[in-house]
């Protein structure tokens, strides 16, 4: 699965973890990613998005009808 929000579209940030002797390597945040599967009235069926947590309560708020068009818009599948 890709670490990408299809709404959102936040995708895996990159920093340093820092070891107790002040050591750096490279490490990768990932955004918290869930599939959840809605049903679209208007089409008849069910969808099945890629989103953040953030983009889950985002969904709740505004609907899925608004949703589906705004990921249609930002040129993705749905």
Known sequence: ??????LT???PAFGNA????????RRRFDP?????????????RYARLTLSAK?????????????VT???ARGEKV
Do not use: F
Not at 1 to 6: P, T, V
């Open 1 to 6: 699965m890709s670490a990408h929000c299809q």
């Open 9 to 11: 579209g936040r995708k």
């Open 18 to 25: 820092i070891s107790h002797s002040h050591r750096r390597t």
């Open 32 to 44: 918290n990613i869930q599939r959840k599967r809605y049903w679209l009235p208007s089409e008849g």
């Open 55 to 67: 983009g889950v309560k985002t969904v709740d708020v505004i609907g899925i009808e608004a949703a």
């Open 70 to 72: 705004r990921i249609r």
